[in-house]
């Protein structure tokens, strides 16, 4: 079956790499360094065993970023060597960790291409973030004899399905990891029920929840909500984070917003989408609801917004983090349109009051955790989105209630990296 899977992703290659040109339109960073998803670039200077990790984009890296700090720290003598599948992704690896690892895009799963890739690194070990499995990538590793495990596994029960209707070609690609760290028990018995080997599969817990906030990232979200809330009347502004939202979802938020503005004038809106080409699509669009806007490209080096200022386009990569420390409540986008949801571990570690849609297939244990808890709320529309909105503006206590409980669920789920480093260094040599 991997036969036949090879040979289409071949007879497919001209229309994947024009996909490629046509991404480079909108995302001209699409077009640099393609050679490298064809396994061509140089080979490592040093000769240090080689541990390589794939982040695949910005949410993998910045989940990866506690594990890649660990891999530092305690294998020094090691050579790391993180990959990813984005420009976006690439930036903030870089940008992040400057000067401590080596980079290069995964290459496509083709067999030449992943020789290439395996020959030049020789790596000691493979290990993957979450769900980017590849089946010649996986299959070339265990003919080598080199050791891959999936890291902050996650699989819906949607994806498992889907692995199911194509057996013959994902069963002997998850038999071939030697061990999957999942995210939790219902994860887990998904993995084995798609090949996995249930010996090797074990739950981990969620990386995601071992996020620290060191000092400095708390002193410069700080200052940004000092900024973001002056007013002219004297009133503090009441924050509000919408973020990493998608196609046909930001009209619903703008919606929302424009109701909650007609009783609440001082509210403001921070607008975040998931994808950097589509930044100029969303301002577009918040100019057509009316509304008074400013970049965070632009503003970032000023000292404070204009006062009239009622929605801030987050048009910035790497700084969601940060945006969070510097809000009051946080809505996540991917889930009012049927996306799965995104990480909303990030905003309960700042003790947010957290909002989503109903799709959050992607995050079951963690949407699960927090509304059992009592710290997010789920919606359907724009005026039910409002209406919450409109609710904790004037119920200082329900903030209180519902931050208390998402820091508790924050601090309560840490341990994963632990577990998931123990079972690193039972791989290597």
Not at 306 to 332: K, P, S, W
């Amino acid at each position: 079956m991997r036969f036949f899977y090879s040979l289409i992703f071949y007879l497919a290659l001209p229309a994947v790499l024009l996909r490629l040109l046509w991404r480079a339109i909108k995302a001209p960073a699409y077009a640099k360094r393609w050679q490298e998803r064809l396994g061509l670039f140089p080979k490592l200077k040093n000769s240090r065993p080689v541990i390589c990790l794939h982040s695949v984009s910005v949410g993998e890296t910045i989940a990866a970023s506690p594990l890649i700090k660990r891999l530092l720290e305690d294998y020094p003598d090691h050579q790391l060597m993180v990959t990813t599948t984005t420009p976006t992704g690439s930036a903030l690896l870089q940008e992040r960790f400057t000067g401590q690892l080596a980079h290069v895009y995964l290459p496509y799963d083709l067999p030449d291409a992943v020789a290439r890739f395996l020959n030049k690194l020789e790596p000691e070990l493979m290990l993957v973030m979450e769900t980017e499995l590849w089946p010649n990538l996986l299959a070339a590793c265990k003919k080598r004899g080199i050791p891959s495990l999936l890291l902050n596994g996650r699989l819906s029960e949607r994806s498992a399905k889907g692995y199911q209707r194509v057996s013959a070609l994902s069963a002997p690609m998850f038999a071939a990891l030697s061990g999957v760290y999942a995210q939790s028990e219902a994860d887990r018995q998904r993995f084995i029920s798609t090949g996995a080997k249930a010996e090797n599969t074990v739950v981990s817990g969620n990386i995601k929840f071992d996020l620290q906030l060191n000092n400095e990232l708390r002193e410069q979200a700080k200052k940004l909500k000092q900024q973001w809330r002056e007013c002219s009347t004297g009133e503090g502004r009441f924050l509000i984070a919408a973020a990493s939202t998608h196609p046909g979802e930001d009209e619903i938020i703008l919606e929302a917003f424009g109701l909650l503005l007609q009783p609440e004038p001082q509210a403001r809106l921070l607008l975040v989408p998931r994808h950097p080409e589509r930044f100029n699509e969303v301002a577009r669009l918040i100019k057509e609801q009316g509304l008074s806007m400013q970049r965070r490209s632009v503003t970032k080096s000023r000292k404070a917004l204009e006062d009239n200022c009622q929605v801030i386009l987050g048009d910035t990569m790497g700084e969601m983090l940060c945006f969070f420390g510097a809000v009051d409540a946080a809505f996540i986008g991917g889930s009012l349109v049927d996306r799965g949801g995104h990480n909303m571990i990030e905003a309960a570690a700042w003790g947010l009051p957290i909002m989503t849609g109903k799709s959050c297939f992607n995050f079951v244990e963690a949407s699960s955790l927090l509304q059992t808890a009592g710290a997010l709320l789920q919606v359907e529309n724009a005026v039910e989105l409002a209406d919450h909105w409109k609710q904790l503006m004037n119920d200082p206590e329900q903030v209180k209630t519902m931050s208390t409980a998402a820091l508790e669920v924050a601090e309560s789920n840490r341990g994963a990296l632990d577990k998931m480093m123990m079972g690193i260094a039972a791989h290597l040599k």
